[in-house]
């Protein structure tokens, strides 16, 4: 009988992990040095290792899944696209005024706690248009207002679009026909919808969601286009498949189309892993400890006092947070999807050990007075 194959490959900012799992039951491991200018490169350089040391065909490889910090090295490094925004007449500034809970409310000079950099006030475009929260048509799209702020934009040497219109996930019809008519003059520039990528109320939210995923997509689906290609060549048959934040796997296109999902892709894959390690060894403990750096869309329970399992949510806010004007910091304080602070929590609002009477005293480890 043929042994096939799957490997899982993740690609971190010094080594390259591959495990290589037979049908026999065998179990392989390899580690190669990241290329920083080329991460693709350490695959291609471990399937030729693969091939040579332990005698494996690429074409017996039968899955292939793969742990990026792509997206996660992009927003650190602030190396994402640069990225507009179409949006209502009246709400361009959604981004920058956040949920209005500041840190410093008295200070001189305020520094930005929202991820302005995103797309700062001069990429930020309003159109007319409004839809009611019913979803009837207050007032149609102006289509000649788009294609005039999406030349402007494209003038500004921008690379990726977020369209973010009031009250799309109700009815996403302006979205989509804003989306046609910039692709009909600009087909290479990326688009993102907030109605497709984080279809729900709250504005400054799903404003600043899709403007993540309009940041990264074509970061990231450049990347994924060269694996992919790099797999085809090596003669892999097995088609490409990427871990999200939540721990689950999509397909290469899918990842591509939904960048934002890939924030936390590469440290979800590693806890999905720890869990089915600890279950293989029969350790008791295994999900508990897991549990306690919690994975993509996990949520506090107040009562229970700890991590409980996510609610039904296939992306994950990384917005209600604050953001320094340093890029290194930037990420370390924000509520990215597959955070382990809650978008609501990271805003100030109803953090553990931060709401009102005794138990947030509790929690803080003082007494009543």
Same mark, same amino acid.
């Given at each position: 009988?043929?042994?096939?194959?799957?490997?899982?490959?993740?690609?971190?900012?010094?080594?390259?992990?591959?495990?290589?799992?037979?049908?026999?039951?065998?179990?392989?491991?390899?580690?190669?040095?990241?290329?920083?200018?080329?991460?693709?490169?350490?695959?291609?350089?471990?399937?030729?290792?693969?091939?040579?040391?332990?005698?494996?065909?690429?074409?017996?490889?039968?899955?292939?899944?793969?742990?990026?910090?792509?997206?996660?090295?992009?927003?650190?490094?602030?190396?994402?696209?640069?990225?507009?925004?179409?949006?209502?007449?009246?709400?361009?500034?959604?981004?920058?005024?956040?949920?209005?809970?500041?840190?410093?409310?008295?200070?001189?000079?305020?520094?930005?706690?929202?991820?302005?950099?995103?797309?700062?006030?001069?990429?930020?475009?309003?159109?007319?248009?409004?839809?009611?929260?019913?979803? *009837?048509?207050? =007032?149609?799209? /102006? +289509?000649?207002? #788009? &294609?005039?702020?999406?030349?402007?934009?494209? %003038?500004?040497? !921008?690379?990726?679009?977020?369209?973010?219109?009031?009250?799309?996930?109700?009815?996403?019809?302006?979205?989509?026909?804003?989306?046609?008519?910039?692709?009909?003059?600009?087909?290479?520039?990326?688009?993102?919808?907030?109605?497709?990528?984080?279809?729900?109320?709250?504005?400054?939210?799903?404003?600043?969601?899709?403007?993540?995923?309009?940041?990264?997509?074509?970061?990231?689906?450049?990347?994924?286009?060269?694996?992919?290609?790099?797999?085809?060549?090596?003669?892999?048959?097995?088609?490409?498949?990427?871990?999200?934040?939540?721990?689950?796997? *999509?397909?290469? =296109?899918?990842? /591509? +189309?939904?960048? #934002? &999902?890939?924030?936390?892709?590469?440290?979800? %894959?590693?806890? !999905?892993?720890?869990?089915?390690?600890?279950?293989?060894?029969?350790?008791?403990?295994?999900?508990?400890?897991?549990?306690?750096?919690?994975?993509?869309?996990?949520?506090?329970?107040?009562?229970?006092?700890?991590?409980?399992?996510?609610?039904?949510?296939?992306?994950?806010?990384?917005?209600?947070?604050?953001?320094?004007?340093?890029?290194?910091?930037?990420?370390?304080?924000?509520?990215?999807?597959?955070?382990?602070?809650?978008?609501?929590?990271?805003?100030?609002?109803?953090?553990?050990?931060?709401?009102?009477?005794?138990?947030?005293?509790?929690? *803080?480890?003082?007494?009543?007075?």
């Amino acid at each position: 009988m043929t042994i096939k194959y799957s490997v899982g490959v993740d690609i971190g900012g010094t080594f390259t992990d591959v495990v290589c799992a037979g049908s026999d039951g065998s179990f392989r491991l390899m580690k190669r040095a990241t290329t920083r200018g080329d991460p693709a490169a350490a695959v291609r350089d471990a399937l030729r290792a693969m091939r040579a040391d332990w005698g494996i065909d690429p074409a017996l490889i039968e899955r292939f899944v793969h742990g990026s910090t792509v997206a996660t090295n992009a927003v650190i490094e602030r190396k994402g696209a640069r990225t507009g925004i179409v949006t209502t007449a009246g709400f361009k500034d959604v981004l920058e005024i956040g949920r209005q809970m500041r840190r410093r409310m008295y200070d001189l000079v305020l520094t930005p706690e929202t991820p302005v950099f995103l797309a700062p006030g001069a990429r930020r475009k309003e159109v007319a248009e409004r839809i009611a929260a019913d979803g *009837a048509i207050v =007032a149609p799209l /102006a +289509e000649d207002e #788009v &294609r005039a702020r999406a030349a402007e934009l494209v %003038a500004d040497d !921008v690379d990726s679009i977020a369209i973010v219109f009031l009250f799309s996930f109700v009815n996403p019809a302006h979205e989509r026909r804003a989306r046609d008519i910039i692709a009909a003059a600009h087909p290479n520039l990326a688009v993102s919808l907030s109605s497709e990528v984080d279809p729900a109320f709250r504005e400054y939210e799903r404003t600043a969601v899709t403007a993540f995923d309009a940041y990264l997509k074509p970061v990231v689906a450049s990347y994924v286009a060269r694996m992919g290609h790099d797999l085809a060549s090596a003669g892999v048959p097995a088609p490409l498949q990427i871990m999200q934040s939540r721990g689950g796997i *999509a397909a290469a =296109a899918t990842a /591509a +189309e939904r960048p #934002v &999902r890939l924030f936390l892709s590469g440290p979800a %894959a590693g806890i !999905v892993g720890g869990v089915a390690a600890g279950r293989d060894a029969g350790s008791a403990t295994s999900s508990p400890s897991i549990s306690a750096a919690p994975a993509a869309t996990s949520r506090w329970s107040r009562a229970a006092n700890r991590w409980c399992a996510p609610r039904v949510s296939s992306t994950a806010s990384p917005c209600a947070c604050r953001w320094s004007t340093s890029p290194r910091s930037a990420p370390a304080a924000a509520a990215s999807p597959g955070s382990t602070t809650p978008a609501r929590f990271a805003s100030g609002r109803n953090r553990p050990g931060r709401s009102r009477g005794r138990p947030a005293m509790e929690a *803080a480890g003082r007494k009543r007075p």
